[in-house]
């Protein structure tokens, strides 16, 4: 079994940065794709970004150009570098890996202030 263990959520002003990560421990032999995906109260959960391990990646429109994704497969940890935030960036964020099946983080809270 997979856990999976996430950090770097927090409050921060709109126009500001944070880096969010998702760190893999347990029962791993490879992860595929890990990846990102965000729920705002009241909406429903999102895809933000995802890549794969040989590092090709896809990112939600709303994040293009502001939010990247990378991984360190040594350490079986992906991040989120989040610039330009904006307001409608708050939420919580779920990080994934995929192996035989899905793991879920327990989720990071993002609030960005106007």
């Known amino acids: 079994q997979v856990q999976l263990v996430e950090s770097g959520g927090g409050l921060v002003q709109a126009g500001g940065s944070l880096r969010l990560s998702c760190a893999a421990s347990?029962?791993?032999?490879?992860?595929?794709?890990m990846g990102w995906y965000r729920q705002a109260p009241g909406k429903q959960r999102e895809l933000v970004a995802g890549i794969s391990h040989g590092g090709s990646t896809d990112y939600a429109d709303s994040v293009k150009g502001r939010f990247t994704i990378s991984r360190d497969n040594a350490k079986n940890t992906v991040y989120l570098q989040m610039s330009s935030l904006k307001p409608e960036d708050t939420a919580v964020y779920y990080c994934y890996a995929d192996q035989t099946y899905r793991t879920w983080g327990q989720g990071t809270q993002v609030t960005v202030s106007s």
């Open positions: 347990g029962s791993i032999f490879r992860i595929n794709d």
